[in-house]
């Protein structure tokens, strides 16, 4: 049918870690240059968690090239996903925070299990950090200047019906129906000739994305001074702390 | 009362062909520099269609002379209407489709009849091309970027409460409403001193208008590329066929 | 608690005269550097009325030299406001035309008293006069581009429950509810890491900010050549006579 599922599975929270983005972009990549293959749908195999965002592991006491070659590899996720020829669905089947809610913005279609234990949203403000400017340029795409501001602000996680009353996810379906209303969704954009469609998603796209092309490298030193900051080391260090006594 | 009607006749469908924008460019131009005239409606004279857009035989085995002539055409037609210091208003009495959307598009406020058979977008991709970049900037400041995004690479054409839901129109009324309406609205808008209400109108659209005069013949050069393409005079000729047949 | 409250108390309608913007700024200021202090309120002390907005009086008549100190002020008092590093809650218990609209954008949070005889709007136009680019850029940052561009031809004045559906304000409540409300809303926005707040709300702003101080003097020169018409001076004077009659 020209369409592949790819399944996130890294548990236990699909983290965005240098290894799954390594190996999220080979798969894209491919899928990209399969002419057969015209549309992706994301989804998670782990239970209440589509992603739970970046990896905070992989910026804690490590070293600046690590770092360096983490936030590249963020970069070139983000770059390859919203950049995508291809149609891309998003169907989000539990949680998303962060980066796991950047990732389902920058696909074309979000469709949200109606779950309201399941939340989304760009919550860093909250972890003390600030999301990059890229993936705010994103987030006022999807839902506008004003809702932007103030979620990223509050460092909000919505929870499925806001998130769809806010523009975050475009719907929400019981999660029984969710493949099938992906999949449909998905015949609904193929549906277009390829051409056309990629041209148009490039010009509403283009903007932001030559942003973070032209500022590429000061974006990736300003990310390794951020987090070589002891403040911000010891605050990572007292969530990891909170999210392994949760468990 | 300072207030013309512009009524297109042009059957079967309004389209907009050289002559139509000429005349069309002509017409305003001269309301324009009437200073008796302070606001201009528009409608159609065609049952059950505003303009069909762009007219397709101009853009079929032309000479590239042709095409420029043509581009030129519809450009001047969008800057004089965008950027008019007249109130405009669009009474959508009929589907108004691509160009016919975009000349809706560029009033400063739009009332459709409410009949659910009635729709209106740019559904450009669904004849595998793209709308210009001014289209999009002038879609994007009327709905904003999401809703752009999604109705631009689906192509899709609105029914008339799916319009009003998506801010496309700002209001539905019964067909025989249609120009008392209009009346009432335009009325309001002139209750404004010209001269402010113009600044005004020149502040919000100024960057959109500056970016085609910017960019005017490399804009002509692209459309003339284009449509020269033999994929792109097929899929035109097949359009067009089918157009025919369902006559 | 780290919370000041700023009430204005300038009888009869807290015109923005330029003492006023003057003792505003100085107020502000000594709030945004002291470190015990995260957030403000603002709110009115006078009754049915938040903010009447720019006092006509210091347009009319006056020195060249006069009206760049008071556009100077007003430029300041929003560069300061729309700029601050706290958290900014306006607690609109009145109506707020004009330059109390403006005031009332800039801030973080607006919450409106439910009594739909207040109004908000920035309805410049109505004076025959034109909002400033930085009013329109707060005004599009708050509610899009579309709400702004018919909201500002139209000098727009919204009673509380149309301000609510366009977004003008982010919520209403009963007047006696106006500072509980007020407060449980700042405690949500303090509970955020300062930092990452500030620095979030900085990128959220920075290039509205960034064009009025790239174009300050030249804004200025504007203000003079505009207010300093003989027509303008004359529909200020009718306006103030209007004013003076309804008392």
């Known amino acids: 049918t020209g369409v592949a599922t790819m399944k996130f599975k890294s548990p236990p929270v699909n983290s965005l870690s240098l290894d799954f983005l390594t190996e999220f972009c080979i798969s894209l990549e491919k899928l990209e240059n399969n002419r ?5 749908i994301f989804t998670s195999a782990v239970p ?19 770092y360096a070659e983490f936030w590249r590899a963020v970069q070139e996720m ?8 291809m149609v891309t669905v998003a169907a989000v089947n539990g949680s998303s925070p962060a980066g796991g809610c950047l990732l389902a913005l920058s ?20 972890l ?12 006022v ?21 806001e998130a769809l009353r806010f523009g975050l996810v475009d719907e929400l ?5 969710l493949q099938e209303k992906a999949a449909a969704v998905m015949a609904q954009w193929l549906a277009l000739p390829d051409h056309a469609r990629q041209l148009t998603k490039s010009m509403m796209r283009k903007a932001v994305l030559d942003r973070l092309v032209a500022h590429r490298e000061e974006d990736i030193q300003n990310f390794i001074s951020f987090v ?8 990572l260090r007292m969530y990891m702390e909170m999210l392994k006594k949760k468990k």
Chains 1, 2, 3 share one sequence.
Not at 36 to 40: D, E, I, K, L, S
Not at 109 to 122: A, D, H, Q
Not at 141 to 159: D, F
Not at 228 to 235: A, D, F, G, L, N
Request: net charge neutral; charged share 20%; with cysteine.
């Open 36 to 40: 057969a293959c015209r549309g992706v």
């Open 48 to 66: 209440k968690i589509f992603s739970s965002g970046l990896d905070i592991t992989e910026m804690c006491g490590k070293s600046t090239e690590h």
């Open 78 to 85: 983000w770059l390859q996903l919203y950049g995508s020829n």
């Open 107 to 126: 696909c074309d279609y979000r469709i949200m299990v109606e779950n309201p234990k399941f939340s989304i949203g760009l919550n860093e403000a909250q």
């Open 128 to 139: 003390g950090i600030v999301a990059p400017f890229w993936f705010k340029d994103t987030f």
């Open 141 to 161: 795409n999807v839902v506008g200047h004003r809702v932007a501001e103030r979620s990223l602000q509050l460092g909000s996680l919505h929870a499925a019906p």
């Open 173 to 177: 379906v019981a999660e029984e129906k």
């Open 228 to 235: 070589s900051k002891e403040s911000i080391q010891k605050s």
